[in-house]
T-cell receptor, first 112, second 118 residues
Framework: QKEVEQDPGPLSVPEGAIVSLNCTYS??????FMWYRQYSRKGPELLMY????GNKEDGRFTAQVDKSSKYISLFIRDSQPSDSATYLC????????????FGQGTTLQVKP | EPEVTQTPSHQVTQMGQEVILRCVPI?????FYWYRQILGQKVEFLVS????????KSEIFDDQFSVERPDGSNFTLKIRSTKLEDSAMYFC????????????????FGEGSRLTVL
């Protein structure tokens, strides 16, 4: 079983749609959960960071972590064409490491 | 806005040649990292570096790889004898501190150096 699994998509939605992106993981030791956005030919950029279970909201973005199901989600409300990018989930198990375990990334296209 | 800069943006090399990828982390950051992404695959951790020494490395980071902070601003990744399978995008990243230590451990990534080994 892969450590972090993420549907690569591509996912295509109309502007204004609610987007749901998900990752599952197998390692119950993961405590820190992140979502990165990666535009074409750019490095990953941190969008959301969550410690342990729960929800976190930042503007149009909401991150959810369900540790009991080993499942994390990123919701994007009122999606915009500028949200078109690859979204990577990432996780780590310790506060003493910069080693992140990434998912495959989901490519999102928001059509005007 | 401060950013991590990487050079070269693209390097083509022959198998067996040595390659050095360079990075200038954000100036007040203390932790430095290299990650790589083979085309179509996941971003993978290679190594973390703090206080002039490797703090953690992955199984990918074998004896062919080395890292160095030769001066106060640069952070380099050297591949001694490149293989075809080393072809990838290499990302440098830096952070003020480790993740989860009370403050922002956010990793800031550069735009990457694409390495093509022929």
């Amino acid at each position: 079983q892969k450590e972090v699994e993420q549907d690569p998509g591509p996912l295509s939605v109309p502007e204004g749609a609610i987007v749901s992106l998900n990752c599952t993981y197998s390692n119950s030791a993961f405590q820190y959960f992140m979502w990165y956005r990666q535009y074409s030919r750019k490095g990953p950029e941190l969008l959301m960071y969550t410690y342990s279970s729960g929800n976190k909201e930042d503007g149009r973005f909401t991150a959810q972590v369900d540790k009991s199901s080993k499942y994390i989600s990123l919701f994007i409300r009122d999606s915009q064409p500028s949200d078109s990018a690859t979204y990577l989930c990432a996780m780590s198990w310790s506060s003493n490491t910069g080693k992140l375990i990434f998912g495959q990334g989901t490519t999102l296209q928001v059509k005007p | 806005e401060p950013e991590v800069t990487q050079t070269p943006s693209h390097q083509v090399t022959q198998m067996g040649q040595e390659v050095i990828l360079r990075c200038v982390p954000i100036s007040n950051h203390l932790y430095f990292y290299w990650y790589r992404q083979i085309l179509g695959q996941k971003v993978e951790f290679l190594v973390s570096f703090y206080n002039n020494e490797i703090s953690e490395k992955s199984e990918i980071f074998d004896d062919q790889f080395s890292v160095e902070r030769p001066d106060g601003s640069n952070f380099t990744l050297k591949i001694r004898s490149t293989k075809l399978e080393d072809s990838a995008m290499y990302f440098c990243a830096s952070s003020v501190q480790q993740r989860g230590t009370g403050g922002s451990g956010e990793l800031f990534f550069g735009e990457g150096s694409r390495l093509t080994v022929l």
